[in-house]
Each structure stands twice: as structure tokens, then as C-alpha cells.
């Protein structure tokens, strides 16, 4: 590092809660989010206020609600005063932060649609451009690409919840995080992750090769200790891998699966390769990347709720609803100054679970799982619609699957699914595990039974030597008027 380089950091550290949460404490994430609740409480004159207390011994979950509203009330001022977008949107709705005092009270305020970022990304940015540090490009479905502003401050903040987030997995600052994001990926995690590490006291080693030898050799070398990837990526080293090194004798803490859902099914494959847990971590790309993380309980995603509120409503309506019930997640960046998103629709289909936690959370919720994007969900027979996760449960199931590839067109009046199965192993005794595992599904069964559907087509392929990221689980290619 230069001097300048460690100025840099030396600056950025002494702004970081994360590094003043102990590294023994039980729940990393839970005491770095009370923190931030606590320094508010020490800082703004008007969040004690609001909560009409001088001293903040306790933050239960009302507590805490009242910070995010507090945090949102000054958001939407912000943004108001100098986003172009929320001063115009907001403006005609005829709405005020004074108007929100409770969480019902945020269905008066209109929702962000992602393509209106797409289409004027500029008419969110806030500062003046100087002062931004960094852009991030994210391809839309439409193909115009959303742009996102971040200043200095608010990429500090994206590292402190990463570091949070790294310390809960089970990271100390003497171990070894191995980052395993294939290169060919649009925008490259590994190097916010990479920073994080070194600005939060962790170890890192960025290791993007898809040989199987190298990957493994980076592991004994470094003594990684937590890994984080590409799922589909670290999945594939992991099945490579499996026969020709003892796995387990690695001594991994954790496995965070990235950017891509994590099926139950290579959950357990991996886990019982490794030895360890295997988490799911959610990134929105939107929102900084680093918004939730599963804990050791495994029943949801931690959500940074000390910088992003989360809503689900009803993707119809666009009504809040109640927590438990699946909906779409919609979110807003309590936190950011760059662009900041307020009641941001993420086309994503989840639920809210309030805390407590079996991990010893008490202040912050989850997400459920999430299930897939609401635009990715089919219809195959006369059946309702289906995610690809349902099948990805199923197929990923079976042992030796890397990938597949589902692709649905209407040759008659009946659907036909074809499926194409990148697989390890023997063929002939793959696709009849393949056939099984489909023919076993409800929503099969049924078309079948009452011949909406034709046979069902598998074709295992051998493991390419290239690794292609995304590759889109579900083609469809009928034609149709309601799409
Ligand atoms: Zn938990």
C-alpha cells in the first residue's frame, strides 16, 4: 500500500461501527445494528425527540421502528431538495415527511419503478457530481442500463455492514475470506469485498479461476477460512472438486452463497461436502449490493434494517402487507446520499419475518427466501404460475447436476418442456434420475394427467469447460397475447 493509500484507509477505519464491535461478541450483525440506533440516539436531537426519551437503555423493535421512520421522514426530505425525480413525484402527490408517522402511513407514498431509473438515471442523483465517488451500471431487462451514484460516505457505509456481515459468518481478523466470483460476471463484487476487507482489519484473497486445482491449492495456501461467491460458481468448483480433495479436512467456518438463489437441495450437497454451513446472502444491486445475509438458523435472510427498510406489498394493488405474508419486496435506502431509492419495487417475491431470531436477534427482521422474480414465474398447462426455483429443487436435487436449462414452447395445443441438464457422472442413470425428479412435481403430474402438456423431454450434457453465469433456468418460447 502507498502512504496515501494508508491514510486512506487509516481515515475510513476510525468511521467504521463495525470495528468497534468486539470480535467475541455472540452476534456481530445484531450489536453493530444497535450501535448505529445507539449513535444516532447520541447525535440527532431530533430522533430523541420523537422517541420523547433522554437516555436509550432498551432498543426493542417499536424502538427501532421509530429509528427507521425517523431515517426515512429525513430521507424523503432529502430527496425532495434535491432529487429532481422526488422532488416532481413526491411534489404532485401532495406529500410531506411530516405526513409519516407510522408504517401504514408509507402507503402514501408513491413506489419507485425500477424502469423510471433506467430511463432518467441522472434525475435521482442528489450531490453534485464531484462529489461522487463511485457509479455502478446494472443491465435493466430493457436494456438500458440503471445507473447508481455513490459518495465517499455512503461506500464507507456499504463496507461497514459487509464487515459486520463477514464478522457474523464466523470471520476474525487473523482468517482468510476467499472470494470466488467468476471474471467473466458483469460487475465485478470482488473488488467492494476485497476493500471492505482490507479497510475492517480481514484477511482477503480474490481467486476467479474456474480450475478446479487452482481454487483448492488458494484454499490450503491461505487457510481460507470463509468463503464467498458466485453460487452456481462455487457449486461447480465444489462437484469438481469433491472426488479429488477430502474437502472437509479444510477446516471452512462458512460458505456465503451470492447473487444468484441457493436451492435447498445444493445447499445440502455443499454442506455435506464442506462440513460447514452454507448461507445465502441477498444483494440488490440497487441498494449497494450488501442488504441481507442468512444467519446460522437458516430460516432467513438478516436484513441491514439499519440502513434499508423493507415492505412487501401486494404486487396487484401495491398494498402493504402485513408481515408472514409473500409479496413483493420493496425497498428503501435509509442511508445513502449518492441516489438514494425510496419505496424502490424490486420485482422480487418474498416475505418479512419479524425478530426474534432462534440466532439472537432481537431487533432486526428477515426476508424469506426469496422465491424468484415475479416476472419469472410461468404458467405451463392451465396450472397457476410457477418459479424456477421448483424446479431447481428438484433437478439440482439429483447428484452430479451443475446447471440446467428449461425451454417451453407450444408445438400443438399442448405446452412441451424440454429440458437440458449440464451434468457430472454417468448419463443413462442422470436423465432417469432427472425424468424422475421432474415426473414426481405437482404442477407436472397434473398437465400430464389431464394431457396439457407433451412427454417431457430431457438431454444431459456434458460439464462445459467454460463457465457461463445466469444462464436463464426458464425459456419460454410460446407465443402468447397476455405477456
Ligand atoms: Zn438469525
Known amino acids: 500500500m502507498s502512504i496515501k493509500e494508508r491514510v486512506i484507509v487509516a481515515y475510513a477505519r476510525t468511521k467504521l461501527s463495525s470495528r468497534k464491535v468486539g470480535e467475541d461478541v455472540e452476534n456481530p450483525l445484531h450489536d453493530w445494528v444497535q450501535l448505529k440506533v445507539r449513535e444516532t440516539f447520541k447525535h440527532d436531537e431530533e ?5 420523547g426519551k433522554k437516555s436509550l437503555d432498551k432498543i426493542d423493535r417499536e424502538v427501532f421502528e421509530q429509528y427507521q421512520l425517523h431515517k426515512f421522514r429525513k430521507q424523503m426530505a432529502y ?26 402511513d408509507l402507503d402514501r407514498v408513491p413506489l419507485t419503478e425500477p424502469a423510471d431509473l433506467a430511463e432518467e438515471p441522472y434525475y435521482f442523483l442528489c450531490p453534485s457530481q464531484s462529489k461522487i465517488a463511485r457509479t455502478f451500471s446494472t443491465s435493466g431487462t430493457t436494456g438500458k442500463n440503471k445507473r447508481l451514484f455513490y459518495t465517499k460516505d455512503d461506500l464507507f457505509n456499504i463496507i461497514d455492514s459487509i464487515a459486520a456481515a463477514l464478522r457474523s459468518a464466523g470471520l476474525k481478523s487473523n482468517e482468510t475470506l476467499q472470494i470466488m466470483f467468476p471474471a467473466v460476471v458483469a460487475w465485478d463484487p470482488s473488488l467492494m469485498l476485497e476493500s471492505a476487507c482490507k479497510v475492517a482489519g480481514l484477511k482477503s484473497v480474490v481467486c476467479s479461476a474456474v480450475d478446479v486445482d487452482e481454487q483448492m491449492r488458494s484454499v490450503k495456501d491461505n487457510q481460507t477460512k470463509v468463503i464467498i461467491g458466485l453460487t452456481s460458481f462455487i457449486y461447480r468448483i465444489t462437484v469438481m472438486a469433491r472426488d479429488k480433495f477430502d474437502l472437509r479436512s479444510f477446516g471452512l467456518k462458512a460458505i456465503i452463497c451470492s447473487s444468484e438463489p441457493l436451492s435447498e437441495a445444493v445447499r445440502r450437497e455443499m454442506e455435506d461436502a464442506w462440513g460447514c454451513k452454507c448461507l445465502s446472502q441477498y444483494g440488490m444491486t440497487e441498494m449497494g449490493l450488501a442488504t441481507a445475509i442468512e444467519c446460522y438458523a437458516q430460516t432467513g435472510l438478516h436484513i441491514n434494517e439499519a440502513d434499508f427498510l423493507v415492505e412487501v406489498i401486494d404486487p396487484d394493488t401495491g398494498k402493504r402487507l402485513p408481515p408472514g405474508e409473500e409479496g413483493e419486496l420493496v425497498w428503501t435506502a435509509l442511508s445513502f446520499q449518492g441516489s438514494p431509492l425510496l419505496r424502490y ?11 426474534p431470531c432462534d440466532c439472537g436477534h432481537i431487533t432486526i427482521g428477515k426476508m424469506g427466501k426469496p422465491k424468484g422474480r415475479r416476472d419469472a414465474a410461468t404458467k405451463i398447462g392451465l396450472g397457476d404460475r410457477i418459479f424456477p426455483v421448483l ?9 452430479g447436476v451443475l446447471n440446467y436449462q428449461l425451454v417451453i414452447d407450444k408445438p400443438s395445443f399442448r405446452d412441451r418442456l ?11 442413470t442422470g436423465k432417469d434420475e432427472v425424468m424422475a425428479a421432474i415426473l414426481e412435481l405437482e404442477p407436472i403430474k397434473i398437465g400430464l394427467e389431464n394431457d396439457l402438456l407433451e412427454p417431457i423431454e430431457v438431454e444431459m450434457k456434458e460439464v462445459s469447460k467454460e463457465f457461463s453465469p445466469k444462464m436463464k433456468p426458464i425459456v419460454d418460447r410460446r407465443q402468447s397475447y397476455d405477456r
Open 47 to 51: 430522533f430523541r425527540r420523537v422517541l
Open 418 to 428: 424440454r429440458f437440458t441438464v449440464e451434468y457430472n457422472g454417468n448419463e443413462a
Open 391 to 399: 424446479f431447481d429443487e428438484a433437478i439440482m436435487n439429483v447428484k
Open 79 to 104: 430527496v425532495m431538495e434535491n432529487s429532481h425525480y422526488y422532488k416532481k413525484k413526491y411534489g404532485e402527490a401532495g406529500i410531506a415527511p411530516d405526513m409519516i408517522r407510522t408504517m401504514g
Open 345 to 355: 419495487r424490486s420485482y422480487d417475491i418474498s416475505k418479512f419475518i419479524l425478530p
